[in-house]
């Protein structure tokens, strides 16, 4: 074959998605399964099998390759939360319902003899940047993914950080706020617990309880009016708000944007990055979220560092770069 091909999966706790991805970057096929529906590691990693058997059998019809050999595939990527490069095992991941410390790289070489490559997702996503998008050329970058959690992987000199214990890089449980909200991880003031998709809720609420609705929202697109209730309200209606110039969302906004700055310029005392890339779907906001993240950044940054690292937003596509991501990790056994 001309072209190599890799596995890619991204191991959600409500879906776990798989894609057979060509060295250009391109997702040839991909699939689902419901994460949610399994208990136990075995029959979970052997549905995941039974789709990448029959994607490689349909091969890659667009480069005229008819099937490809499973031993043919240059390796089988993960990306999943809690995973631990060093060992292969997801370790006790609070949002999947297969608990305990899970050795998917000893479960999947029962069925294969390629190399299979473990992190966390957020590492996956850095590397999927690092080799098929926005840092190609960058040796020091930081990525920061918002969603329900915040997740950060660090590369330095072109290697992903993984540190003494294969979990290092954890940015969103840097405390932010000492004695601050209570975060998912059981201490308080973390970053996640102030920028994450939760974390935003959290303070749109607590503006709306402090401040009252603005009278105008009952009246205008694109606010959250009086009557939606706290519970639900999610994030994209933040967003959406702050777009269309509800006070309390671009309020909520500038506050997630200034505390999130601070965190990417101390961030870049310790790794001095060429970029910090962002992604994920509160960054899709833009301009109320990236205008005050850039202001407080400048204004927070170390001296020496000024004019030496840009904030930027992820290159790759947000429905591909968890599986881009996770096949990128096979270069990490492979070119060594």
């Known amino acids: 074959m001309q072209n190599s091909y890799a596995i890619g999966i991204d191991v959600g706790g409500t879906n776990t998605d798989i ?44 480069k005229g390759v008819k099937s490809i050999g499973l031993n043919e595939l240059t390796g089988i990527g993960i990306g999943a939360p809690n995973g631990n490069f060093y060992t292969g095992c997801v370790e006790w991941a609070p949002n999947l319902t297969i608990k305990g410390l899970l050795n998917f790289e000893e479960e999947f070489h ?37 969603g329900t959690g915040v997740g950060s992987g ?30 998912s991880c059981g201490r308080k003031g973390c970053l996640e617990a102030y920028t994450s998709a ?9 503006l709306r309880k402090e401040k009252g609705v603005p ?9 959250i009016a009086p009557a939606i209730e706290d519970k639900d309200i999610t994030c994209k209606m933040i967003g959406d708000a702050a777009n269309a110039g509800d006070p309390l969302a671009v309020e909520t906004y500038r506050k997630v944007g200034e505390w999130l700055g601070l965190a990417c310029a101390n961030a870049c005392t310790f790794s001095a990055p060429q970029a910090i890339f962002l992604m994920g779907g ?10 005050p993240l850039k202001e407080s950044f400048e204004a927070n940054l170390l001296n020496i560092y000024k004019g030496k690292c840009e904030i930027r937003m992820s290159q790759l596509a947000a429905n591909e770069v968890a599986i881009l991501g996770a ?10």
Not at 154 to 159: K, L, P, Q, S, T
Not at 215 to 223: T, V
Not at 327 to 336: F, M, S
């Open 19 to 62: 894609g057979l991805v060509r060295d250009d970057s391109k997702i040839v096929s991909r699939s689902s399964i419901p994460t949610g529906n399994y208990s136990l590691l075995e029959p979970y990693v052997a549905d995941i099998m039974e789709q990448i058997s029959a994607m490689v059998a349909q091969g890659d019809p667009e």
């Open 110 to 146: 029962k069925y294969v003899s390629i190399p299979v490559v473990l992190s966390n997702d957020a590492n996956a996503a850095a590397y999927g940047e690092y080799v098929y998008g926005g840092a190609k050329w960058m040796d020091h970058f930081i990525m920061i993914t918002l």
């Open 154 to 183: 660090i590369v330095v000199d072109g290697r992903l950080v993984h540190g003494s214990t294969g979990t290092a890089g954890e940015l969103g449980h840097n405390i932010l706020i000492p004695d601050g909200r209570r975060c």
């Open 198 to 206: 939760r974390g935003i809720v959290q303070t749109y609420t607590e």
């Open 215 to 223: 009278a105008e929202a009952a009246h205008m697109a694109g606010w």
């Open 282 to 291: 509160p960054t899709k906001v833009g301009d109320p979220l990236l205008i």
């Open 327 to 336: 096949a990128a990790l096979i270069r990490l056994k492979t070119t060594k």
